[in-house]
């Protein structure tokens, strides 16, 4: 990481939060979507009207993914 992109530890473990909430709001999302029709299991294809809750589900667990590479040696 270079200096001028690195941040304390304090305003990442802010970060980390804020992807971490905004992760977990996107599940919910999506799990009450999903709830709305009864679906059957094992079904891989993302159905039409899910697809907007299913790609905010895949962006924020991007957004998370990048920070855990941090996260694991603050831990």
């Not at 304090?10 to 992760?23: C, G, I, M, Q």
């Not at 294809?45 to 694991?72: F, N, Q």
Request: with cysteine; charged share 35%.
């Amino acid at each position: 990481m270079s200096t001028d992109t690195q941040i304390s530890d304090r305003e990442f473990v802010s970060n980390l939060r804020a992807a971490v909430d905004a992760y977990l709001s996107a599940v919910d999302r999506w799990e009450a979507a999903f709830r709305k029709h009864y679906r059957m299991p094992g079904s891989d294809k993302i159905s039409a009207d899910m697809e907007a809750e299913h790609r905010d589900y895949g962006e924020r667990r991007r957004e998370l993914e990048v920070l855990l590479p941090r996260g694991t040696v603050c831990a």
